[in-house]
């Protein structure tokens, strides 16, 4: 089976910093992704994990722990644009399918 | 842009009716895959084609078929249409390697049963 969580929603201040969690279960691990989605708009690609650690992407970083099915994303020094929808998804082997969880709503506010 | 093109942007049809959606890939991209996400759903994967044959099937309904032609682009049909089915229904395409860039999303067919 598989069963990917994160917050449905959360709010935070512009200028602040927020941390978005995502926990996993799933049968095979190859790849964890984040993808950000404005409102009726596509996801588009924000960072990808497939090693323990934080990987650094200008005001995004992505953090992952494969020994906990644990993954953040962290989102520094928040602009009104970065208001959107967070996509947690896993890759399970190769080249198969990714599978997404709900996704987090972000609101920015002044 | 992109570069996954999706066409129709907008559909609305009647239930009972049946639709076709069309996705062109990334120019080098081989995979194809299609999501569907309704209201406060995550997206749902549809079906994976990958250079013209069927690679991967999940939650896809009996009433939806979809196929890969020959210059790549794809095609996901919907018949019988229900009003459970109005949603966003996205295309992405990846390439063969280069796991680590995920997938590129179209822009998404919104389809409304009415």
């Known amino acids: 089976g598989q069963n990917i969580d994160q917050p449905t929603e959360m709010t935070a201040t512009e200028g602040a910093i927020v941390q978005i969690n995502c926990t996993y279960q799933?049968?095979?691990?190859?790849?964890l992704f984040w993808y950000q989605q404005h409102a009726g708009e596509a996801p588009t690609f924000l960072s990808y994990n497939v090693l323990d650690g934080l990987e650094e992407k200008g005001r995004f970083s992505s953090f992952l722990s494969r020994s906990k099915g644990y993954s953040y994303l962290l989102l520094k020094e928040l602009q009104m644009k970065d208001s959107a929808s967070y996509l947690c998804?896993?890759?399970?082997?190769?080249?198969?399918?990714?599978?997404f969880g709900k996704g987090t709503r972000l609101s920015v506010i002044a | 842009d992109s570069g996954v093109t999706q066409t129709p942007k907008h559909l609305i049809t009647a239930t009972g009716q049946r639709v076709t959606l069309r996705c062109s890939p990334r120019s080098g991209d081989l995979s194809v895959y299609w999501y569907q996400q309704s209201l406060d759903q995550g997206l749902q994967f549809l079906i994976q084609y990958y250079n013209g044959e069927e690679r991967a099937k999940g939650n896809i309904l009996e009433r939806f078929s979809a196929q890969q032609f020959p210059d790549l682009h794809s095609e996901l049909n919907l018949s019988s249409l229900e009003l459970g089915d109005s949603a966003l229904y996205f295309c992405a395409s990846s390439p063969q390697k280069g796991q680590g860039n995920g997938y590129t999303f179209g822009s998404g067919t919104r389809l409304t049963v009415v």
């Open positions: 799933t049968s095979g691990f190859n790849g």
């Open positions: 998804a896993v890759r399970r082997s190769g080249n198969t399918p990714l599978v």
